[in-house]
């Protein structure tokens, strides 16, 4: 007699399965879910012990062999009390591994736990507080919890150190020191970025500073010749600040712009577009390549969330070194996704602009005044 358990994803399969290889005559001794070690404990499997006679329904030169007699039924029913003893031995072994493993798991989840909540130098508790405050400024998890870890980990955290000044410290250490224009030789900028980012008005306040506190010669150049007012827009801002402005129809009329108005700072603002248009992309590329920038100045909106700030940045710079500036971080009601994706590109920081006006919205980036929009949230 041959005694199996087959095993399947339904209790369906496993009974082919036993049909399939000892042939119709084979007798169901018990069925029931799977308790095989090799079996996914998250998912479901099912099982029947099958019986039958030796030889199974055929013999090896393929004759069929004689109907064997039905088992008596006392046979079956010790068939059976067996079966159910193994499988419950074994499940019960089973369940103690299982056990076992899972204890050791949380055992090991414990210890992590307690390791972050053993700070030196400061309250217990502190790193979790960290982790919260972030949180609620809507800083990304990984960030928040890398920050809190980092935190924990530290042996040289003041003792009188507050909560705000711990945020502003850990936040600034993880941001390079501030990388704004360089007007110490002659300089072109590009300023790529999304629609609606606010590239028109940064631009003025920038040739407002490098014209007005620089004392530098400043043209402005726009190739937005898409939206409605644009090239009135920025006319406005050229005639008020008194420094001239050109209009190129075509990437390929840049270089000529320059040369015939020779200038310490030029200036040129593209027309914003969605990252999925190609035209755009490829037109960007052609600019920066006929007009020999030295500097590309991305401006990204503070009011756009993390993961679209981070796709949107990569996509905009391809392969190209840019400086960013963040825009319109008075409309932000918090910090938290600028400073996350700041953090994730770890790219350098140029300037931050919190309004419209021309030219004193506009401030160099330092790590600290980054940091204290998360801290006190204000910028």
């Given at each position: 007699?041959?005694?199996?358990?087959?095993?399947?994803?339904?209790?369906?399969?496993?009974?082919?399965?036993?049909?399939?290889?000892?042939?119709?005559?084979?007798?169901?001794?018990?069925?029931?879910?799977?308790?095989?070690?090799?079996?996914?404990?998250?998912?479901?499997?099912?099982?029947?012990?099958?019986?039958?006679?030796?030889?199974?329904?055929?013999?090896?030169?393929?004759?069929?062999?004689?109907?064997?007699?039905?088992?008596?039924?006392?046979?079956?029913?010790?068939?059976?009390?067996?079966?159910?003893?193994a499988y419950a031995s074994t499940d019960a072994l089973m369940t103690e591994d299982r056990s076992a493993e899972l204890s050791q798991v949380l055992d090991l989840l414990k210890g992590?736990?307690?390791?972050?909540?053993?700070?030196?130098?400061?309250?217990?508790?502190?790193?979790?507080?960290?982790?919260?405050?972030?949180?609620?400024?809507?800083?990304?998890?990984?960030?928040?919890?890398?920050?809190?870890?980092?935190?924990?980990?530290?042996?040289?955290?003041?003792?009188?150190?507050?909560?705000?000044?711990?945020?502003?410290?850990?936040?600034?250490?993880?941001?390079?020191?501030?990388?704004?224009?360089?007007?110490?030789?002659?300089?072109?900028?590009?300023?790529?970025?999304?629609?609606?980012?606010?590239?028109?008005?940064?631009?003025?306040?920038?040739?407002?500073?490098?014209?007005?506190?620089?004392?530098?010669?400043?043209?402005?150049?726009?190739?937005?010749?898409?939206?409605?007012?644009?090239?009135?827009?920025?006319?406005?801002?050229?005639e008020i600040l008194g420094v001239p402005l050109e209009v190129a129809m075509r990437p390929q009329?840049?270089?000529?712009?320059?040369?015939?108005?020779?200038?310490?700072?030029?200036?040129?603002?593209?027309?914003?577009?969605?990252?999925?248009?190609?035209?755009?992309?490829?037109?960007?590329?052609?600019?920066?390549?006929?007009?020999?920038?030295?500097?590309?100045?991305?401006?990204?909106?503070?009011?756009?969330?993390?993961?679209?700030?981070?796709?949107?940045?990569?996509?905009?710079?391809?392969?190209?070194?840019?400086?960013?500036?963040?825009?319109?971080?008075?409309?932000?009601?918090?910090?938290?996704?600028?400073?996350?994706?700041?953090?994730?590109?770890?790219?350098?920081?140029?300037?931050?602009?919190?309004?419209?006006?021309?030219?004193?919205?506009?401030?160099?980036?330092?790590?600290?005044?980054?940091?204290?929009?998360?801290?006190?949230?204000?910028?």
């Open positions: 007699m041959i005694v199996k358990r087959y095993t399947g994803k339904t209790a369906e399969e496993a009974l082919i399965l036993a049909k399939w290889e000892l042939g119709e005559e084979a007798i169901i001794l018990s069925s029931g879910k799977a308790r095989d070690r090799w079996w996914k404990f998250w998912e479901t499997g099912y099982q029947v012990l099958v019986a039958t006679d030796y030889p199974t329904a055929k013999d090896r030169d393929g004759t069929r062999v004689a109907e064997p007699p039905p088992l008596p039924q006392a046979v079956v029913s010790s068939l059976e009390e067996t079966a159910v003893t992590l736990d307690r390791r972050l909540d053993r700070i030196e130098g400061i309250p217990a508790g502190r790193a979790e507080e960290v982790y919260d405050w972030l949180m609620q400024e809507e800083v990304v998890d990984n960030w928040a919890r890398r920050l809190a870890h980092e935190l924990a980990q530290a042996e040289d955290v003041p003792d009188d150190e507050t909560l705000e000044a711990t945020i502003t410290r850990i936040v600034a250490d993880h941001l390079a020191p501030p990388q704004p224009i360089s007007v110490a030789e002659a300089t072109v900028v590009v300023l790529i970025g999304p629609t609606g980012s606010g590239k028109t008005t940064t631009i003025a306040k920038l040739a407002a500073y490098f014209h007005l506190e620089q004392k530098k010669s400043v043209l402005l150049i726009t190739t937005d010749t898409y939206r409605v007012a644009a090239v009135e827009q920025i006319k406005t801002y050229a009329d840049i270089p000529a712009m320059v040369h015939k108005n020779p200038a310490d700072v030029v200036l040129i603002d593209t027309a914003g577009h969605s990252v999925n248009h190609a035209l755009y992309m490829a037109e960007i590329q052609t600019i920066v390549q006929y007009a020999k920038a030295r500097e590309i100045l991305l401006t990204l909106p503070a009011t756009m969330g993390p993961t679209t700030m981070v796709e949107t940045a990569h996509r905009l710079a391809g392969d190209r070194a840019v400086k960013l500036c963040i825009t319109k971080v008075d409309e932000a009601h918090h910090g938290g996704a600028s400073v996350s994706a700041l953090l994730s590109l770890g790219w350098p920081l140029a300037y931050i602009t919190d309004g419209q006006g021309v030219p004193d919205d506009i401030r160099v980036a330092f790590p600290d005044t980054i940091a204290q929009w998360i801290a006190k949230g204000v910028c």
